[in-house]
């Protein structure tokens, strides 16, 4: 699978290269201006077609009328005020960066890596949102079967980029933050756990942190700020070299799906800001999430995003814990413990008086921090 999945990245490539692209905007070369083209096709697409996408899932009844269940394993439920909310808007978001990137992207095997990875996770998230809407249980796709997905998904682009000989040190070579050199070399095992986790992690701790308005899309605009400037250095020769981070080759086209992906998650947030029109569910949470963990990747910088998506990581790591704990002592006891009143931590907070905006903009900070010392990371090596 893997081999035929890496011819049909290079031939599509190749028949797409910049020179013979279709695009009409090919005439714009710099980096930036792309870039900044990128992000405003797709900001603009999402605030025109917003509105109609939102009646459109109206129109379908793709609303969320169930309450969600507490998991007697750990109580992550999520806040039940919000029925009859359409769900399902993450199409919005994947859609508005679909066009952005294929009309200002030079469409080399990164950037397929990445449109191919977007289409898998919006897949699986849009069939779980779908069997919950339609059986109105909150049950969806088995967490199992998820999980299988997105563990195929990633061993797919760990494969591909280690038979590829330009890409392998991608795979082979682990790079630390605060490090300037890989710390290990030709340790592929360990290479392809790490772009396992980066991709099944993110795109699940996302998904996790999406459970009040504006929230989980939020954090992810500021962590995609971040990797529109990691992803600018990896493909500039000169400004990899000065920052002394690993150079690759076509990364710097990433730095264009990454604005696709800034612009769409803003033109978002306008429709899912407090009181939410709109939830983006695990259509749009698991494909962003993925894309973080595979943009992560193709920089060689993956363990980054545990920094620049610290709140994700906090969200992931409180359901894990929470989880855990209460099997534990109900195994132990008989009778179940918590460690936080709910899970994910964001309604902790919420269960201790905070208020939902509250939440969220403190959240917010908390983002920007962990962004700023993932920045950090460039200057002390």
Known sequence: MIYYLHEFILEWAAGT???DSLSPLRVFRYISVRS???AMTALIFSWVFGPMVIRWLKDLKFRQYYADKSEQAGGTVRVTDKRGTPTMGGVLIVLSMDLAVILWAQLNPLILLCLLSLIVLSALGFYDDY?????QDGEGVKSKVKLWVQLALGCSVAGYLWIVPETRPLVEDIMVPFFKAPILEGAALIGFGLVLTAIMGSSNAVNLTDGLDGL?????IIVTSVFVALTYIAGNIKWATYLQVPYVTGASELTVFCAAMLGASVGFLWYNCHPAQVFM???GSL???GALGIMAVLIHQPLILVIAGGVFVAEALSVMLQVSYFKY???KTGVG???FLRAPIHHHFEQLGWKETQVVTRFYILTGLFAGLALLTLKIR
């Open 17 to 19: 290269a910049w020179e």
């Open 36 to 38: 900044i083209g990128a």
């Open 131 to 135: 069997l919950k809407v339609t059986k």
């Open 216 to 220: 989980a899309i939020g954090c992810t």
């Open 281 to 283: 569910g695990d259509t």
């Open 287 to 289: 494909a962003l999430g």
């Open 329 to 331: 002592h109900k195994r």
């Open 337 to 339: 413990k918590r460690i």
